[in-house]
Nanobody
Framework: QLVESGGGLVPSGGSWRLSCEFS????????IGWFRQAPGKEREGVSC????????YYGDSVKGRFTISRDSDKNTIYLQMDSLESEDTGVYYC???????????????????????WGQGTQVTVSS
């Protein structure tokens, strides 16, 4: 199970943080990613992180502005979003993929991985 929190209305140029708390994973090795979908657009892989080696991946549209991190004690993944733009508006989902170290890519690119578990999503609206 994955539960996102932290969505809201944010001014353009501002910062915001999303959280994704997960539970019930049957493996210590996983990749968790943040995806987003804006109205009328396809779902986009924003950022992913691997528990195997803490490697990270960022989509081109957020590189340099967003930071993904994890707190293994709290089973929580964070997405720190800085310099927000109106184009960052959308529903943000976190998703989980269980893996084994030998087959986990580095960086853990969000697109090719088969994410089995999805949260319900949280709305982020960036006001211009």
């Amino acid at each position: 199970q994955l539960v996102e929190s932290g969505g809201g209305l944010v001014p353009s140029g501002g910062s915001w943080r999303l959280s994704c708390e997960f539970s019930g994973f049957t493996s210590a090795y996983y990749v968790i990613g943040w995806f987003r979908q804006a109205p009328g657009k396809e779902r986009e892989g924003v950022s992913c992180i691997s528990s195997v080696d803490d490697s990270t991946y960022y989509g081109d549209s957020v590189k340099g502005r967003f930071t993904i991190s994890r707190d293994s004690d709290k089973n929580t993944i964070y997405l720190q979003m800085d310099s927000l733009e109106s184009e960052d508006t959308g529903v943000y989902y976190c998703a989980g993929h269980l893996t084994v170290p030998s087959s986990t890519p580095n960086p853990p690119m969000c697109g090719p991985l088969p994410f089995e578990y999805w949260g319900q999503g949280t709305q982020v609206t960036v006001s211009s």
